[in-house]
């Protein structure tokens, strides 16, 4: 994957806050938390080459500080079983945050700016557009069924839905892998 360093620094101050913020509330403790997603970052940077080209950077990013977290709480829980310096509700808790992290799915986070973004693109276009756009892609209607019901040709149909795609395709590029994109949107 090919990242330049004004990319990556973009990309990273855009999300810092929210990593540092998700790992705090796992962690508790801001200070290891910022250690812990500027750790990650640096995982990012040193295995960018080895990274397919439509990796989603901070997706992948929350993945490797989810996993530094499971490790930092693991770390904690060993370490305050050994010297039973907790007592067994404190440790429940602890274990709790490890189920949840472990439970936890980086690609949700984006769901909602994913939704967002197709609400948004869908609203710009025209309502025929849209309509048509619906038509195909949600209702399941065919391209000749959507011709006769707006009494346009099937190529005026293809028209329509395409310049949709195109859209989509566009405004999706940061958020989506391309097998995703190609399943939705073909």
Known sequence: MQVDISSFTRIFTEYNLRFVRFA????????????????SAMTF??????????????AYI????????????RHISV??????QYSSTQLWELDTRI????????????????ITIVNKTLESFPKNTRDIFVKNRFDNLSY???????????????YHISK????????????LTISVIMFFLQ
């Open 62 to 73: 929350l993945s490797v500080l989810k996993n530094k977290c499971i490790d930092h709480l």
């Open 99 to 114: 189920m949840a992290l472990e439970s936890f799915d980086p690609n949700e986070v984006f769901k909602e700016e994913i």
């Open 24 to 39: 705090c509330s796992y962690v508790k403790d801001n200070s290891v938390a910022e250690d812990l997603v500027m750790d």
């Open 79 to 84: 370490m305050n079983s050994v010297s039973e």
């Open 164 to 175: 949709v795609l195109d859209a989509l395709r566009s405004h999706l590029v940061d958020y």
């Open 45 to 58: 940077w040193k295995k960018k080459e080895s990274l397919f080209e439509d990796t989603n950077i901070p």
């Open 144 to 158: 000749k069924e959507i011709a006769s019901m707006y009494g346009i040709s099937v190529k005026g149909v293809e």
